[in-house]
Nanobody, 128 residues
């Protein structure tokens, strides 16, 4: 499994960015695509997740109403649309692939599992 991310950058507070995650080599029908972020000096945290088993989504409370996860099945690409960005959203964002049914439950439980695949990470910087 390989994940290739794109779309990060520098934006002013209140602006928008869209992150993309292109997936290759997926072997199973049931998996989750998550987005996690890590800011300097802080722990990694799950931001959003999409589960293919039931189409459910997860958003961390701090991004609800501002971020939206979506997919283009034909391209096997997943997106994180980030609107109304805040300086505290500044972090390196990683795309995650986790096999299994209801795998977004890891993020609902504030857990980023050690297994699965990772994207290379993309920097998002929001200036005040």
């Amino acid at each position: 499994v390989q994940l290739v991310e794109s779309g990060g950058g520098l934006v002013e507070a209140g602006g928008s960015l869209r992150l993309s995650c292109a997936g290759y080599g997926f072997h199973f029908d049931d998996y989750a695509i998550g987005w996690v972020r890590q800011a300097p000096g802080k722990e990694r945290e799950g931001v959003s997740c999409f589960s293919t088993s039931d189409g459910s989504t997860y958003y961390q409370d701090s991004v609800k109403g501002r971020f939206s996860i979506s997919s283009d099945n034909a391209k096997n690409t997943y997106y994180l649309q980030m609107n109304s960005l805040k300086p505290e959203d500044t972090a390196v964002y990683y795309c995650r692939y986790i096999e299994g049914i209801d795998s977004c439950n890891f993020y609902r439980g504030n857990i980023d599992p050690d297994f699965g695949a990772w994207g290379q990470g993309t920097q998002v910087t929001v200036s005040s």
